[in-house]
């Protein structure tokens, strides 16, 4: 590995330790991080304008390990993964061709970080807490995947960066499944380890899970996500490590 390369994984550690680490931050810190990220992705001989490119220097660069996404390569998805950091959007936009994230409005309202992210996958802003906001994303998601063979869409469910442990199934927004219901893609649940640059970090596409109600939607969620940690051994999964605001319950939340 090149010397810069090396100098800028010790630079990203120390950026991630002075920011709080990697649950929190704000729209300058984050684009400070993309803009390094797209460094290193290219002093590893990729092409960080890439998407397929980015993603494999961003699982080097965060030692993941990654499990059944073969499963999901061809076709329409939703990823209905939990959310433990502010690289998720980044990981999950990159994962599959043609994604569409689903993001808190912050990320659309800065320009610094949409000059890395518009050349990797889409963004689509909500306002959390807002029903009008939610319908029109669930629209733009519909639009989206029915615009392609191959595509998909991840929501960040918990609508919030959570532990799974803190989340209810009244937590757990339903929106997937309207979008399954308007387009025939199929609803795939993601557990990660929180990211990190200091440990393995894995991941798991699960079984695709059938449109339920709302209730019924949050407990299945719950149940597969708590299925697909503890299918994590050796050792087992890496508890998140959240600032304050992200360890009170969701519903104590104000949002």
């Known amino acids: 590995m090149n010397e810069a390369y090396e100098a800028d994984i010790e630079r ?30 290219s002093e590893l001989g990729l092409t960080p304008e890439n998407r397929a490119d980015f ?70 802003g909500v306002v959390r807490g807002d029903n009008s906001s939610g ?42 499944c309207f979008i399954a219901k308007k387009t025939g893609a199929k609803i795939v649940p993601v557990y990660a380890e929180q990211i990190s640059a200091e440990h393995p970090t894995r991941m798991i596409f699960g079984e695709p899970i059938e449109c339920l109600d709302k209730k019924a939607f949050g407990e299945e969620w719950l149940r597969r996500e708590f299925e697909l940690r503890d299918s994590i051994k050796n050792p087992e999964a890496r508890p998140p490590v959240l600032c304050e605001k992200h360890r009170k319950p969701i519903s104590e939340r104000g949002f």
């Open 135 to 176: 319908i029109t994303v669930l629209k733009k998601c519909v639009q989206h995947l029915n615009s392609l063979e191959d595509g998909a869409v991840t929501i960040f469910v918990q609508q919030t960066i959570a532990d799974i442990d803190l989340t209810t199934p009244e937590d757990v927004a339903p929106g997937a």
């Open 55 to 124: 993603h494999k220097g961003v699982e080097k660069i965060f030692n993941f390990d990654i499990q059944g996404l073969e499963n999901y390569t061809k076709g329409k998805y939703i990823l209905v993964p939990n959310h433990v950091s502010e690289f998720d959007g980044m990981l999950y936009g990159t994962v599959l061709s043609n994604m569409l994230v689903v993001a808190k409005t912050d990320w659309i309202a800065n320009p610094h970080l949409n000059e890395f992210v518009e050349k990797l996958f889409s963004v689509v």
């Open 12 to 41: 990203l550690k120390a950026l991630i330790k002075e920011y709080g680490g990697v649950d929190s931050y704000n729209t300058v810190q984050a684009a400070t991080l993309f803009e390094l990220l797209y460094k290193m992705v």
